[in-house]
C-alpha cells in the first residue's frame, strides 16, 4: 500500500445518522488529521439523537436539546457539510461519488451510512397526502403541529408506533393505534406484559386495537380520511402514522454493485465487498442479523473507526435490552422470552401496583427477563443475561432483585461500588464502570462532563442514576449533587420537568399531575403544593381554582403570620401614594384594634403589626370601607411599586414616574408570580425610587424610559440589567407586563426574577418579550386573562367569612360552666 | 371517652385545620381526607407555630414557621426534627366531628 506522505486522505460519508456521527467522533478523537471529511446527509441538518425524537414528539424536550454535533463542532473538526444533498452514484473503479448536483468528489475510503427506510406497507390511498412514517424530525413536526381535538390514527403497535401514540396523545391528539398482532410489542413483551401496557395505554384515553387488519386508506381530495379494517371499521383521521418497522437502505450500495442482502453485507472489520468502501448503521447485514437498536451501532462506529486508522477491532453482536420512551409507562424487556420445553419462568404479579414481572431461565442461567410497572432491576438483570451468570444458588430470590441477594438490602451506593469495573453503565454507548471512574479521576466532577468525556447516560438516560452514584461513590462529600433536583420526595421530576409536562400533558388540577406524574406520596407535601398549586393556575387561570390549603399561611390568610402567631396588616398605597382620609382610616384601625406596632415598610406602605389572627376579618372590613385594598405584602406576588414625584413636584423629573408607577401597581397587582415582584419607578436618573435593584425598575429619562429587570437587594445584592428602552409610557408597561408573565410562565417556583434570568440568560428574555412584538402581544393577553380572575381584592372576599378566621369551637367555656 | 361535638365536618376544608379552645390549651382538628380527621396540639414544640395554620398531606402536618413535620397518628416529629405534640381521640359521626372531652378536659383540671 502507498501512503502519500504528509497529505491526509479524502473520507466520504453518506449519511449523518448517529452511527456516522459516532464514528466521526472516534475518529478525531484517535486521529484528527488522518483524513479529510466530505458528509452527506439527505435530510438537511447535522447528526442529532435520533431515538430522543419521541421526547421531542410529546413536549419533554426540544429539537434543541437533542442535537449531538451542532455547526461548531463540524467547523472545529473541519468537516465539509453537504446537508440536505443525496448522492447519486458511487464509482468504485475511478473511487468517486456523484452528488446530486453533478459534482464529482473523489475519495480514499467512502462509508455508506445511509440508515433505513421505513416501511411502507402498500395498502390502497398509502400514497395520499398525511399518511407518513415516523423517522426523522419532519415526521415529528407532523405530528407536533396536528394540534389538540384533531384525530390520528398510528399503523402498528411496537416501540416507535407507540412512542408516535403516546407522544400525539400528550399533545391532546385523538390516537387510535392499530396492531396487527395479539398483543403490542410482541418483539419486546410477552403477552401479560403487554396486556399491561395495553390498559395503561387505553386509560390515558388512547384507542388500541390489537388483531386488526388495516385493509385500505381512505382519502377524499387527495388527503387521508380515514383507515378502512378488514372487518369493515372505519377510523376517521387528520394523519395516519405507518410505524410498521425500517428496512435497510441499500439502493445505492447495490447500484455500485456491492454485495447485498437484506442489507449491506460487512464483515466483522465493516468491510463491504469492497476493501475502500466500510458499511455502518441500519443499513448493513452483519453475520444475517440486521440493526435497529442504537447500542449495536455505537459498537459498530467504533469498529469502523479503528478499521479506517489501520487498527485491529472486530464488531461482535451482542444482545441488547429495550426500554419504551413514554413517561409513566416503565417496561424493560432483554434477551429470549420465548416459552420452550427446556426453559422454565419465574413470574411475579402485583396486580394493585400494575407490576408483572418475568423471567426466563435455561440451564440455571437467566436468558430473558420481561418487566412491566417497576424496572429498577432491569440492569441487574441484564447484566446476569450477558454474562451468562449461573443464578441456581439464588434462584429462590432471583425475582427479587440485588437488594435480596445476601440478605440485608444493599443501599444502592455500596451496591454500584461493589460493582466490578468492567460491568457495563451505559447500554447505549458501551460504557463500563472503570471508564467512568478514570474519567471522574481525571476531573469529570459533574454529570455533564461525565457526558462529555466517556458518553456515559448521553444517548437514552437511562443510566443517569448510576452515573450519578458513581460520581457520589468516588467524590464522596467533594461530589456537588447536580443542579437538577427533583421538586421534593414526593417525586423524581424537577421543577422544570413538572412545569414542562403540565403544560404539555393539560394537567389542570393537582390530582392529575399526582396520578399523571406519579407522585409518590397520596396528596404532595408542603414543599411541592404550594409550587404545583402555583404553577397549575399560572398555566390554566380558566380551569384550574386556586388551592388554599395549598398555600402557605400568609397567602391563605392574606397576611403575614409574625413569631408570636399575629399578623401584620399592610394596605395598598397605589405607587406609594396615600390622603388624609386613607390615614385616617388606618389610625382608626391601629387605635380599635389594639395594633402595637405601626411601621412604614421600605415598599412605602404602613404596616400594622400584631393584629390577632380572628381580628383580621373585622379589620380588614373597616379599611375596606376607607378604600383600601390588600397590599398583597405576603404574597408570592405583585408586592409594591416604589415610586418618587417625578416632573408632578421634582426639578429634575424627567416624566410622570408616579403616575407610571401607579398604573402598574393597577395593572399587575392580585397576580401570582413564582416568587415576589417588586417595582420601582424613578423619575430621573438620581432613581431616589431605587429601581434599579427590584425585580422590573424603570428609570425615566428625557428620551423615554429605561426599562430594566432583574435585580436584587436581599441576600444577593444585584443591579437591574437593561431589558430595553421605551419611547412611550405604554410601551414601557407592555414591556413590563410581558416580562412577568414571562417569568409567571416559565421559572421554578420560589426563583426570584434575578435568578430565573440567570437561568434561561438575558438573551432569551429579549427575545420573547422585547424583539418579538406578537409574542410581546400575547404574553400580555394570557396575563389579562389571568388577571380577569385574579386582580381582585381578597380581603373583600375573606372579611365576609368572618368565621373561618375563628376557631371550631371554644370548650374553655363550658369547662368553666 | 365522653364525645363533644365541635363542629361540622364540612367547617373544615379538605386537606385544612381549624383550631378548638380546650381547657388543656389549643387543639387542631385536621381533615386530612373526605372522612378522615384526626386532633393534636395547635402548637408546635419548637417555637410554637400553629399547627392548624400548617400544610396537611397525607397524614402529616408541617409547621407553618419553621416547617417541622409531624405524624399525625403518634405525634412524633419526623425526619431530622425531635419533639412530640398530644394528640387527641377525635372521630366522625355522620356529618360532626366528635373530640373526647375527657381528653382535653381532664388534663387542666389536674
Redesign the interface.
Known sequence: MVEILGMSQKLVIIGAGMASGRALEHLFEMAPDAYEVTLFNAEPRGCYNRIMLSPVLSGEKTYQEIVTHDQAWYEANGVTCRFGEKVAKIDRAAKTVTAENGDVLSYDKLIIASGSNPFIIPLPGHDLEGVIAYRDLEDTERMMGLGEGHRAVVIGGGLLGLEAAAGMQARGVDVTVVHIMGHLMERQLDEAAGYLLRKELVSRGINVLVASNSKEIVGENGKVKALRLDNGTELPCDLLVMAVGIRPNTALAKEAGLATGRGIHVDDQMITSDENILALGECVEHDGAIFGLVAPLYDQAKVAAATLLGSDARFVQKDVSTKLKVTGCDLFSAGDFAEGEDREDIVFRDPARGVYKRLVLQDDKLIGAVMYGDTADGNWFFGMIKDGTDVSEMRDTLIFGPAYQGGAAVDPLSAVAALPDDTEICGCNGVCKSQIVTAINGGAEDLGSVRSTTKASASCGTCTSLVEQLLEVTLGDSYAAPAAQPVCGCTDLTHEDVRRLIKSQELKSQAAVWQELGWQ??????VC??AINFYLLADWPLEYQDD???R??NE??HAN?Q???TFSVVPRMWGGITNPNELRAIADAAEKYDVPTVKVTGGQRIDLLGVK?EDLPYIWADLNRAGLVSGHAYSKGLRTVKTCVGTDHCRFGTQDSTGLGIKLEQALWGSWTPHKVKLAVSGCPRNCAEATCKDVGVVCVDSGYQVSVGGAAGMDLKETERLAEAETEQEAIDLTIAFVQLYRENAKYLDRAYKWVAKVGLDWVKEQVVDDLENRQALIERFEISQSIYRKDPWAEHAAEP?AYA??????L??AE | MSWIDIGALEDIPLRGARMVKTPVGCVAIFRTDEAEVFAASNTCPHKNGPLAEGIVHGQKITCPLHNWVFDLNTGQALGADEGQIDTFPVRIDGVRILIDGNAVGKRSAA
Open positions: 406520596t397520596p396528596n404532595g407535601c408542603h403544593r404550594p388554599p390549603q395549598s402557605f399561611i391563605r390568610k403570620i413569631k408570636d402567631g389572627g368565621r376557631p371550631l369551637a371554644d370548650l374553655t363550658e369547662a
